[in-house]
């Protein structure tokens, strides 16, 4: 995640606040994309791989695949109307959605490997797929004026998922041989688009808030405080970023598999120890950021990324508002409660929205992080509401 720090500080540097702001929309832009793509189909997978033994993996792997493909020839066409609507400048369509497909591949072999239980081999993937195409570029861009623009920014990216999808896909090759030829089982597939499709609002609804900032920010601040703004959630978005896999990743899939073989003790202690993880490795990464960002925002030598650092701070209090609120989450989805996520999720948009339009004039820039703040304070609340009440059900049946 320090790879994308780097990258921000550099193109904040080298590159107009405009360009910067028009990377932001097409990043978050393709980070929704890649939601509607996959159909969060790979939830349902992902369970049942946590759930069956081994020599059942391939079955799971196989179908996962079929039931993707459909997906795919379903929603790629519906991605044109980005283009048709002017949300992503036509001369990077085909970069975009090259890099759609590139990104999601990469993102469904990261999600094996965790369900698989390799997590460091995922994170190194990740590392393929975010970070080490970084090092590459920079140079290229600050010895060659020609090359800085968002093409060659995208194609780098490309590389990236290309390594990250090659290297993951040996691996995962290897771990689940023997490969069998399954029978085709059509009942499993239509119980996976049925939670995906269940999933896949509640995971729409979040990252609309994250997608739909950008452009209000654009339209209420301008395309120059755009740039600013992509800058600094950016670097909010790494505490995140470094708590996935250096948390996540590791915790819930013995967490789920726990609670799956109705062990309760080691659930309950898998609990303890991702409460504890997620909230002081993200206050002291916010900690971190808050002391070394400005001195990076100085070194680009504009001062309208140093102007406006009060919404950094507000952005970095959402950030953890947000990881925090994934611990309920984590302990939801062990448990299937599936309905629970995807109304705490698609009932923050009226409250994301209702903040806005409070304060979009009096702080057109700020009232966004403030919208954010409320609607992830919400999710986490109501998901650890029905959390506790949960486990309070589960006592009493015991």
């Not at 590459?136 to 780098?156: H, K, N």
Request: hydrophobic share 55%; proline share 4%; aromatic share 12%.
């Amino acid at each position: 995640m320090g790879s994308k720090l780097i990258l921000m500080s550099v193109l904040a540097k080298i590159m107009a606040p405009e360009d910067v702001g028009l990377y932001g929309i097409v990043a978050a832009t393709l980070s929704f994309s890649v939601l509607l793509i996959g159909g969060d189909f790979y939830l349902h997978s992902q369970r049942e791989l946590l759930s069956k033994p081994r020599t059942e993996w391939s079955f799971v792997l196989q179908h996962q695949i079929i039931g993707t493909t459909i997906i795919y020839l379903v929603t790629l066409p519906i991605q044109s109307f980005i283009f048709y609507f002017d949300l992503i400048p036509k001369h990077v369509a085909m970069s975009f959605l090259v890099l759609l497909v590139l990104e999601h591949l990469a993102q469904e072999m990261n999600r094996v490997l965790i369900a698989i239980q390799r997590p460091v081999l995922a994170t190194i993937v990740l590392f393929l797929r975010y970070g080490a195409w970084v090092y590459f570029l920079l140079p290229i861009m600050w010895v060659y004026r020609e090359a800085r623009s968002i093409d060659v920014v995208l194609m780098a990216w490309m590389l990236g998922c290309a390594s990250a999808i090659l290297c993951g896909g040996i691996v995962v090759w290897r771990a689940v041989r023997p490969w069998t030829c399954w029978k085709l089982d059509t009942s499993w597939l239509k119980r996976g688009f049925s939670v995906g499709s269940i999933f896949l609002l509640a995971t729409i609804s979040l990252k609309a808030l994250l997608t739909l900032d950008r452009y209000v920010v654009k339209c209420y601040a301008g395309a120059d405080l755009l740039g600013v703004y992509v800058v600094y959630v950016s670097v909010a978005m790494v505490i995140l970023n470094v708590i996935d896999p250096a948390v996540f990743s590791f915790v819930y899939p013995p967490l789920v598999s726990a609670y799956r073989r109705g062990d309760h003790s080691s659930y309950h202690r898998l609990m303890r120890e991702l409460t504890r993880s997620t909230v002081w490795l993200s206050l002291a990464i916010a900690i971190g950021l808050a002391v070394t960002v400005p001195y990076a925002l100085e070194w680009t030598g504009r001062r309208i990324y140093t102007e406006h650092l009060s919404v950094l701070w507000l952005l970095l209090g959402m950030a953890i508002i947000h990881v925090i609120g994934m611990v309920p989450h984590y302990g939801l989805y062990a448990l299937g409660a599936d309905t629970t996520i995807v109304i705490a999720n698609t009932s923050s948009l009226p409250v994301f929205v209702a903040v806005l339009l409070l304060l979009a004039r009096k702080a057109p820039f700020a009232g966004v992080p403030y919208a954010l703040i409320a609607a992830f304070a919400w999710i986490g609340g109501v998901k650890f509401l029905w959390y506790q009440i949960a486990m309070r059900k589960t006592v009493l049946s015991t």
